[in-house]
Nanobody
Framework: RLVESGGKFVQAGDSLRLSCAAS????????MAWFRQAPGKEREIVSA????????WYADSVKGRFTIARDNDKNTLYLQMNSLKPEDTAIYFC????????????????WGQGTQVTVSS
């Protein structure tokens, strides 16, 4: 089970950190990612973290602003979001279980329920 938290209403330029707590099984050996879905748009991948080696991946739209991190001991995935823009407004989902070589066309095995991030201008 994946449970996201940390989403809220913020102003443009603010920072926010999302968390994804995994339970039920250890996710330390899973590649994990953050997706988002804005109103009226398709779901898109934002960032990914490999289960080993420290590899990360970012969508061009968030490079330099967002940072993904994971604490395998705590079974938790994070997304630090800085310099937020109104176009970052979306429901953010935590995803686990996919092949790294499939990026960005990830089809994760496990999905959280999402957390809402709203960025006001």
């Amino acid at each position: 089970r994946l449970v996201e938290s940390g989403g809220k209403f913020v102003q443009a330029g603010d920072s926010l950190r999302l968390s994804c707590a995994a339970s039920g099984r250890p996710f330390g050996s899973f590649n994990m990612a953050w997706f988002r879905q804005a109103p009226g748009k398709e779901r898109e991948i934002v960032s990914a973290s490999a289960w080993s080696g420290g590899r990360t991946w970012y969508a061009d739209s968030v490079k330099g602003r967002f940072t993904i991190a994971r604490d395998n001991d705590k079974n938790t995935l994070y997304l630090q979001m800085n310099s937020l823009k109104p176009e970052d407004t979306a429901i953010y989902f935590c995803v686990a279980g996919f092949e790294w070589r499939s990026l960005p066309a990830v089809k994760g095995s496990y999905w959280g329920q999402g957390t809402q991030v709203t960025v006001s201008s």
